[in-house]
């Protein structure tokens, strides 16, 4: 017989997985109140489904799942109303559909999460009812297949990081605009030609990551991003640099290498940076206007005027 802790916030109750060779995991609880636990972890067991004792646990606000093998969460995962943070880390979910059959009952599942950690699994679609997660502050949805974002996602009107890189995302709807909180944003290693004007509601936004997409220019809304101290966009199209980016007062970090850039404008004077990455490009001559800038790291390597030695 194979036993295996599972994590909890209090010492002393100590919760066990057990299963025999033919036997399912079954929960042995020793000194235990279920109503005690708060943080309960069960990663890294093997399970392709969630046992129904789970639901015992009303208290938890803390659930852990990852490293698991999880295709779909059922209804004592989905039951516990207390939950706050999520982690479902590295598994092989394909779907969260009964968080939609359970809102058709009339049940709202989470109302109270704050953080959902879903990265590495084969999500592609969101269901309807997370527009009910208004008290969302944190979402990780990286190493997914998502395509596309529902409009349920205006909801989250208190999101304040958001990590949707690694998808296969063509674009972001409108709804984004009501992310008013957001501070950080990972939307790198996507399939986005286009950024909707909507995202110059992220006024409180600091770091940006649109690396690794496909990217020909920004809406200029990006210049009411004035809180912006990080911007990635390497790895696009771009041919110039976008004409908002020089309205941003804070911003410190611009990585723009790996584009189809050919010059640098005077305009990029009026920004503080220390950090400008220009890298694979195709700048022919090295822009004097570089010499004027009070920059702490300057990058150029792999353009065409580093290659002659300029």
Not at 109 to 137: M, T
Not at 218 to 223: G, N, S, V, Y
Request: net charge positive; glycine share 4%.
């Amino acid at each position: 017989m194979s036993v295996a802790p599972i994590c909890v916030s209090q010492s002393r109750y100590t919760i066990y997985l057990t299963r025999g060779e033919s036997t399912p995991w079954r929960l042995t609880v020793a000194g235990g109140f279920f109503d005690k636990v708060e943080v309960l972890r069960v990663r890294g067991h093997g399970l392709e489904s969630m046992p129904e004792w789970l639901n015992r646990f009303k208290n938890v606000t803390f659930l852990d799942l990852s490293e698991n093998k999880l295709q779909y969460l059922n209804w004592a995962v989905f039951s516990l109303k207390n939950i706050e943070t999520i982690r479902v880390c590295h598994n092989k979910l394909t779907q969260l559909d009964g968080i939609d059959m359970l809102a058709r009952k009339g049940e709202k599942v989470w109302l109270q999460v704050r953080n959902v950690f879903f990265p590495s699994n084969f999500l592609s679609s969101l269901p309807r009812a997370v527009s009910h997660w208004n008290q969302l502050e944190q979402i990780d949805l990286s190493y997914n297949r998502f395509s596309s974002l529902p409009s349920a996602i205006r909801g989250w009107s208190e999101l304040r990081m958001a990590n949707l890189s690694h998808n296969e995302l063509l674009s972001l709807p409108q709804e984004v605009g009501f992310w008013e909180q957001l501070e950080e944003i990972d939307l790198s290693h996507n399939k986005l030609t286009f950024l909707p004007v909507t995202m110059g509601c992220w006024t409180k936004v600091k770091k940006c990551n649109l690396s690794q997409n496909q990217l020909e220019d920004l809406p200029d809304h990006i210049k009411a991003c004035q809180e912006l101290e990080e911007l990635d966009l390497s790895n696009n199209f771009l041919r110039r640099i976008p004409n908002g980016i020089f309205s941003l007062p804070k911003l410190r970090v611009l990585n723009v290498s790996g584009n189809l850039l050919e010059s640098v404008p005077c305009k990029i004077l009026t920004l503080s940076l220390q950090t400008l990455n220009l890298a694979s490009n195709k700048i022919m001559q090295r822009p004097s206007v570089l010499d004027r800038l009070q920059l702490k790291e300057l990058i150029l390597g792999g353009n065409p005027c580093c290659m002659k030695g300029e």
